[in-house]
């Protein structure tokens, strides 16, 4: 639930003074809002008190624009780690500057906001519909990607060098505040340059925004290692399946993934606590009934059974205990010291999930997405992110998109299916 | 846009005297409601005007329910054209009755409502977990098909002689109007029997469901015919790929199809006419300029260019020209007519795309679609379909899902990003 | 069984004066030879008679080579219709020139032959690793196709003027032929130029050769066709699946797609006649039996129940009569007369089989054929092709390769292999 | 190279009374040899010494048969781990027993070779047409597996009373040896029981056979890890991607996936010795020239870097050390203390690769496979496996297939192949 004072309205540059040349295209009016709520339930109470209703501005091209087209450059900016769809947006965005908008100087950073720090060296790839049109073929990233902060200050210099007035930032929760800092640091000096944020997780963890690009593709390959695991479970006696996913803060591949023919049995997720002793005697039921047993576990689960440091990672992410083998361990410890003699296969597929190009959907989701981007960038709108919310494109401002990582409601629809999809009781202790 | 109008209201068996057997989950309370609009300017006038927001019953399972599990028999039905993922709704149903609510005889009427008439001597097969444990790997379904309506009266007879108080029929528009009559037919007999409609249509085409299972792959699917035909065109000189793709009145595989990749250069469907003229002197444009060309053509457009016949088939539905050979035949002799050498290679995929097995993410829909589906009949729902708004699962009445087919608005977001992505005019005149 | 006067020796422009500059390789040495014969009654009779046992050269690299790579310049030319690979081997031929010897002037003629005739203005692709490092990933070919001859004379000039030592020629019997003209006509002018033919033919129909690239993964997306074609059989009473695929001389993408997961029920083949009556009767009989069908008939197969014209294609090929169009006719109309009533899809995927990237497998294969190309030109081996047999790379002439196209043999164990998997009598009449 | 002495005959139980019931396909005389050389140059010097050419026996279908199919019982074993293909197996071992043969008790064994010993209570599947008819489309076994072996008198104890008198063991080099056990305890008691086996191996490393089923499936699996690692090296500066791949004392499935789009620029192998410090060097140059590396390591390569127990495991292989942490840390460690910041992501997708169903042309492969393995088994043949020589199905002894496990020859053309794609140097050391 939000709280009633959060601000959804968007910054923007100035007035748009110039004529879209789009042609043939439905431009979007600036008035046009969707609602934040979708239960009646929840927007009566609104109603009947007179108070407003929560909406996001509605993404789309608008008739009027704040840059000349054939004035500007632009630039996109890849950070963090993979995700299905990377190169299907750089597509995107590069191809409806270029068609739509007549742009001509499109600059790829490289590596991450590194490639925004001139004296490190990178000189960012030129951009063109012959560069970028069959990369959406490809998983990864053509920029290269880095993670971590750099100075705002450096970045604008080297943006204001280059004549830079549209930057697409492709990243998750810190690629979005280094974003608002850039859009910041651009307004403190007076500089017309729009920070337009395109959200990246492969976690789908970024509030305000009901599904993110690459995810669905991450779903149905985390699934292949589920599909593998439930197939060794069966094909031995007291087989068990055990699969480590990604997930840091929120298990929705872990879930979503368990959705998928119903093959998993466990499904560990960071939101939903559980102890060894619980998991183990239900595993144990679970075995003696049925003969064996497939777990997922999101990477961020059962935390608290383990011993961490606060380390952190160059994205300032504490890092994780190692839950996947710690529950490898430990479960075989447990059945070799019952006597029950059990095939427990562990398999952790990694890097493979989110190293794939963007399925059919997600490479759609991408062409819209991108579309979306440039629109905003080009109506003067910055320290923004596109978002999607009920099937449609949306305008979200940065600071409200990482106020907080969105999270599975353990009370919520989608844990209550996971329930009734494994059969695993409601508390695992 | 709805008239005001609009009755959203279920129909219902009566009271729910019996607690649901279901653990761990959250039950849904029946004030639930999900809003159909989610545009703030559609709500406002409502809100202006005191008047009551549209809103559709939320899905999902009740803390009490209508029919006592362990004496009720169930039965399935799967009704029209193959689309991606009956199994995996077969499969959802069946496990969800047995596991979650402990029903116990589960039939599975074969060859659609034919399955229903007993003199037509179809024993159902008995469904159970052994039996559909893996049919979700499989297309098709396993229950067989059959096209056309049969007598409502002779169906409920053979109901009533097998003790069916609960029946899930999975079919498109002319299906649900079935599911209706027996709905009706069992009320007028005052036999309290529930029937729950499942919407399958691989065109995506019913009202009051925003996406329906399959649909994911359907596309998939139709983009690598697209696909095809764009590694034709670059092929040779002047290439031109053209595909015909399902989509009798709405032409939505072909536009979401056209949105992966953007490999299209003009998208026809029904919804949005267009000339020979205008396509040809278009494409030979496009052939000039770029020196290869795709077309994606639903099987519906342009029917008004042909001289079609008025027959219909066993479902009712007109048979429609063949558009596909047409505009191949008319290409090719414009062509020739002009001198200008092309290469044209004709596609057209037809059953391939709806006989493939559900990909993952339909798959997962596919079982949260059926677990809703028998959530709502053993809460003595009836006459009513399973929908999905917002991302969200709904009750939709039958005579509301069946007033009119969804279309593609050639004014709305879906068709301006088709000229978007593929650069074609407006009008194609 | 080839007749005793086969020449099987390969023709080189004259001796090695080079070192090769690869390093590490195993080299071949050039007496090494490869058994045509594989069977020992084959062979016995030959030995007991002293005559020699006919076999291939070895392909692979040598330690000393014609060509001083440093100097020349090599050109490759794509010709004929698609088929998955061929952008592989584009690639494996480029970087085994450039990082394998050191070439670095490479040229990729464009649309076929046509490319080689400097009046129609094509001017070639510049080839180098960075622009076939991906190309690996995508179907169809980068330099683009077209059929049919171009004047030897014509292309000799060409060559000799951006001269090109090596060409590497891709592509079915047409083009080979092709390719054994141009290198007689260098000879006649007595230029050092080197022609390597690659063999290219989704129909797998080329002598001497027992795997063509491409066609496993051809094979494999036609069985996506007899799946979905098994799936409909199944999903209505009376079901008859028909597909329609490649195979203009030779029935092998339709055997071999037979022999997964035997879905089909009749495969037919154009090297085994039938007769319609035959066809019809077996098919009635099935489907009393059984209940659905699947026929897998190749394009060539049963030409002669067509009325044909003599007419040809731009390759030289005789234009084939449509047998799927006609079979599924003959089938309907046939069982309106016996009233039986059935459900007859008919499927003809086409181009979609194509025009895929290639598989794994073919794609390792392609990198292969590519290598040894390389490896034979720059030995000075000329109006050669290279060909695979009993697992390894060979040196076959042209002349030999082009005598016959390979076809199915009724007696031999692929087809009584159909037999045993169909269950379809061994004479459809 | 074989020594001469070789025995390639084939153990019968007695002479083959009763005519085959198949209809319509070609019968394979008993005289069919395939040769086991394919070289001119190695048989050359055989037959100047008049000596014996070593052949392999043909399989197929016999025109006389050993037992009378009505009267009789088979049984199916599954042994081992699992590998991409065996329900196909089964599937086409059952089917052939059924339709070409009319057998119809047909046992399927559970959980290997403990299955068989009736004291352990695994009383056995009976296997019918509609039990195995889909269970191609799936992975794993649906026999379930152990590993190990069990005593052979009670195997045979529990054969006898069942009546199995052929009996299919499908699994790798233990299982062959246990099956040549149970064959000679029969031949033993007198008894006639024809043991066939057939070999499963997904690291490819049986002798006497070319291909085996699964292989091309794993290794395909195997690319999507090395495309993720190749994605992951190329998304950051001096990303390295570390995969480890399947390959005990082989590393056929490391080395065939390599030549799949080169993408590996290191593939390690347990034949071919390398140094840590040989590793880093090449490494470290490649990661300065070209700012990203891929390593693809078989799990038995470098086995001599790694302080080892002597441990084995239940089928009696030596455990291995983990080569793949061992690399990451080691690369991790020395980049560090050189003080260059590489990027480095470790794969080890492992069980994914080996449960995945088998493709279409492993899925073909395996119906020829089982086709012959129950012609050889129908025909009294025993004590031996069905192999793949020469694209043509065999007889092999099985102490002659358990001599010695198949390795990578290092200096024969696959390893060449490997060196010429990757660029490594011969000697990593």
């Given at each position: 639930?939000?709280?009633?004072?959060?601000?959804?309205?968007i910054?923007?540059?100035?007035?748009?003074?110039?004529?879209?040349?789009?042609?043939?295209?439905r431009?979007?009016?600036?008035?046009?809002?969707?609602?934040?709520?979708?239960?009646?339930?929840?927007?009566?109470?609104?109603?009947?008190?007179?108070?407003?209703?929560?909406?996001?501005?509605?993404?789309?091209?608008?008739?009027?624009?704040?840059?000349?087209?054939?004035?500007?450059s632009?630039?996109?900016?890849?950070?963090?780690?993979?995700?299905?769809?990377i190169?299907?947006?750089?597509?995107?965005?590069?191809?409806?500057?270029?068609?739509?908008?007549?742009?001509?100087?499109?600059?790829?950073?490289?590596?991450?906001?590194?490639?925004?720090?001139?004296?490190?060296?990178?000189?960012?790839?030129?951009?063109?519909?012959?560069?970028?049109?069959?990369?959406?073929?490809?998983?990864?990233?053509?920029?290269?990607?880095?993670?971590?902060?750099?100075?705002?200050?450096?970045?604008?210099d080297?943006?204001?060098?280059?004549?830079?007035?549209?930057?697409?930032?492709?990243?998750?929760?810190?690629?979005?505040?280094?974003?608002?800092?850039?859009?910041?640091?651009?307004?403190?000096?007076?500089?017309?340059?729009?920070?337009?944020?395109?959200?990246?997780?492969?976690?789908?963890?970024?509030?305000?925004?009901?599904?993110?690009?690459?995810?669905?593709?991450?779903?149905?390959?985390?699934?292949?290692?589920?599909?593998?695991?439930?197939?060794?479970?069966?094909?031995?006696?007291?087989?068990?399946?055990?699969?480590?996913l990604?997930?840091?803060?929120?298990?929705?591949?872990?879930?979503?993934?368990?959705?998928?023919?119903?093959?998993?049995?466990?499904?560990l997720?960071?939101?939903?606590?559980?102890t060894?002793?619980?998991?183990?005697?239900?595993?144990?039921?679970?075995?003696?009934?049925?003969?064996?047993?497939?777990?997922?576990?999101?990477?961020g689960?059962?935390?608290?059974?383990?011993?961490?440091?606060?380390?952190?990672?160059?994205?300032g992410?504490?890092?994780?205990?190692?839950?996947?083998?710690?529950?490898?361990?430990?479960?075989?410890?447990?059945?070799?010291?019952?006597?029950?003699?059990?095939?427990?296969?562990?398999?952790d597929?990694?890097?493979?999930?989110?190293?794939?190009?963007?399925?059919?959907?997600?490479?759609?989701?991408?062409?819209?997405?991108?579309?979306?981007?440039?629109?905003?960038?080009?109506?003067?709108?910055?320290?923004?992110?596109?978002?999607?919310?009920?099937?449609?494109?949306?305008?979200?401002?940065?600071?409200?998109?990482?106020?907080?990582?969105k999270?599975?409601?353990?009370?919520?629809?989608?844990?209550?299916?996971?329930?009734?999809?494994?059969?695993?009781?409601?508390?695992?202790?």
């Open positions: 639930m939000i709280d009633e004072e959060i601000d959804f309205s910054e923007r540059l100035g007035d748009c003074c110039f004529p879209s040349p789009m042609k043939g295209v431009f979007i009016g600036d008035r046009g809002r969707l609602l934040y709520h979708s239960r009646y339930e929840e927007i009566q109470p609104l109603i009947n008190a007179s108070k407003d209703l929560p909406a996001f501005e509605l993404a789309g091209p608008r008739e009027r624009i704040f840059f000349n087209p054939v004035d500007i632009c630039g996109i900016v890849t950070c963090g780690g993979l995700c299905p769809g190169n299907d947006v750089i597509r995107a965005v590069t191809l409806s500057l270029y068609h739509h908008y007549g742009v001509r100087r499109i600059y790829g950073f490289r590596y991450g906001y590194e490639g925004l720090v001139k004296r490190l060296g990178n000189t960012p790839l030129v951009l063109t519909p012959d560069v970028v049109n069959q990369i959406g073929e490809l998983g990864g990233t053509i920029l290269a990607s880095s993670r971590g902060p750099q100075e705002p200050a450096e970045m604008v080297y943006l204001e060098e280059l004549g830079v007035t549209i930057l697409f930032a492709i990243g998750g929760d810190g690629t979005l505040k280094g974003a608002g800092k850039i859009a910041g640091e651009a307004a403190r000096r007076g500089r017309h340059i729009s920070v337009i944020g395109i959200p990246k997780t492969i976690d789908n963890d970024i509030s305000f925004i009901q599904t993110t690009f690459g995810f669905e593709t991450a779903v149905a390959e985390a699934h292949r290692a589920i599909y593998a695991a439930h197939t060794e479970a069966t094909g031995a006696r007291n087989g068990v399946g055990l699969v480590k990604m997930g840091r803060d929120s298990g929705f591949i872990a879930a979503h993934s368990t959705l998928i023919n119903s093959q998993v049995n466990f499904c997720a960071p939101e939903v606590p559980f060894l002793e619980g998991l183990l005697r239900n595993l144990n039921e679970r075995l003696t009934q049925r003969g064996h047993a497939v777990i997922a576990v999101a990477e689960a059962g935390q608290e059974l383990l011993a961490t440091t606060m380390e952190r990672d160059a994205s992410n504490f890092k994780l205990g190692d839950i996947g083998t710690y529950l490898r361990e430990a479960i075989k410890e447990h059945f070799a010291n019952t006597g029950m003699e059990i095939n427990l296969k562990y398999i597929p990694s890097y493979i999930i989110r190293s794939q190009p963007a399925n059919p959907h997600d490479s759609a989701f991408c062409l819209l997405l991108g579309h979306n981007a440039v629109h905003a960038g080009m109506s003067g709108r910055t320290n923004m992110m596109v978002g999607f919310w009920n099937h449609q494109f949306t305008h979200v401002p940065i600071n409200l998109a990482t106020r907080q990582r999270k599975i409601d353990p009370e919520g629809w989608l844990w209550s299916s996971i329930l009734a999809s494994t059969g695993q009781p409601r508390e695992l202790i």
